[in-house]
């Protein structure tokens, strides 16, 4: 069975502080996929990265970044210095290679100014 | 253009009424989804085609029709629906690679209330 578990249903930061959503997942696939998505308030789901079971390097893009742990089954996203564009649902998501994405329940993040 | 859109953006339909969803994306992907999203809620997937064949239907009930016309168009077609049956649809796109799973690109969705 494959199972992803967001335990952090909402953060609340201020603006200019970093903050970390933690993404557990579970899956016997021996390869296998990770996603990033942003669902902001007008409802659209935004792709922000896809990372296969093969590459653990970490990633940096901007003000985001991922640390991919296979030991502790963990994709955990970093934003550093928040912004209020950055409030949205966060959705860690998995795909053991099949057409199927199995979603976190999601994180909501609130950056007050 | 990558871009996934969905007409019409919001939508008010009786129990009794048939509409249609449509999806469009020009990005040249192979395979098209269509998942359902309650409030506070991940999204649920409800239909995968892949090469305009139907290849997932994950036990949707039958007053959801979907259609793939061509390979970028998606519709949903809504019959005799229920008024739990409200929710965000949302269409999505993807290219199809062998051996490995590409990203989805999501359009902005329908709001769906049904009365």
């Known amino acids: 069975a494959q199972k992803v578990t967001q335990a952090q249903t909402e953060i609340s930061v201020v603006e200019k502080e970093d903050v970390t959503l933690d993404c557990v997942y579970e899956?016997?696939?021996?390869?296998?996929?990770l996603f990033w998505y942003k669902q902001p308030p007008s409802g659209e789901l935004v792709f922000l990265i896809r990372?296969?079971?093969?590459?653990?390097q970490n990633e940096i893009s901007g003000r985001y970044s991922w640390n991919f742990q296979k030991s502790t089954s963990s994709f955990n996203f970093t934003i550093t210095a928040s912004q209020v564009v950055d409030s949205a649902v966060y959705f860690c998501a998995l795909n053991g290679n099949t057409d199927k994405l199995i979603f976190g329940t999601g994180t909501r993040l609130q950056v007050f100014p | 253009d990558t871009e996934v859109t969905q007409t019409p953006k919001h939508l008010v339909m009786g129990m009794t009424n048939k509409k249609s969803l449509k999806c469009e994306q020009h990005m040249g992907h192979r395979a098209m989804y269509w998942y359902k999203q309650k409030a506070k809620k991940p999204p649920e997937l409800m239909f995968v085609y892949s090469y305009e064949k139907l290849s997932i239907n994950e036990s949707v009930p039958s007053r959801f029709s979907p259609e793939c016309p061509n390979s970028s168009l998606l519709n949903l077609h809504l019959h005799a629906l229920q008024p739990e049956d409200s929710a965000l649809y949302l269409c999505a796109s993807s290219q199809v690679r062998r051996g490995a799973v590409a990203e989805q690109f999501f359009g902005p969705g329908t709001r769906l209330t049904v009365l």
């Open positions: 990372r296969n079971s093969f590459d653990e």
């Open positions: 899956t016997r696939d021996t390869t296998y996929y």
